[in-house]
């Protein structure tokens, strides 16, 4: 397992425990594990994305973009323009099935956290 795979374990792992995205930038910052653009500290977009990351449960989103214009080859974010496939265990999952799930309910069951407006200073 990379040094990345663990970090994501235990992101995971401290979210599915009710740690607060403050709680995980502490314990992160703590055991000096750079964010993935190389910061010190861990802002709440970046775990709130992470956390939201199906791959890290074995599954794969296809068509979250798609160009309409293949002349100007500009990416649109699919919004429901097009249809979306989700394709379950696709591959070896960093994150067991459980506890990725176990963060989802949790994401969707808390509205203070659900639009990122805790601040880590």
């Known amino acids: 397992m990379t040094s990345d795979a663990k970090i994501v374990r235990l992101i995971f792992g401290l979210r599915a425990e009710r740690y607060s995205f403050r709680k995980i930038s502490t314990e ?16 709440a977009a970046t ?12 599954d794969v989103m296809l068509q979250k973009t798609f ?5 100007t080859g500009v990416q649109i974010k699919n919004t429901g ?14 994150v067991e099935k459980k ?15 659900n639009h990122i407006t805790e601040s880590l200073k």
């Open 28 to 43: 992160l910052e703590r055991k000096n594990i750079l964010s993935p653009t190389g910061n010190a500290q861990w802002i």
């Open 99 to 113: 506890t990725g799930d176990s963060v989802q309910t949790m994401k969707m069951n808390s509205s203070s956290e």
């Open 81 to 94: 323009q097009r249809c979306k496939l989700l394709i379950s265990n696709h591959h070896e999952a960093n």
């Open 67 to 71: 160009v309409e214009d293949f002349f």
């Open 47 to 58: 775990l709130d994305k992470l956390l939201s990351n199906k791959k890290y449960t074995g």
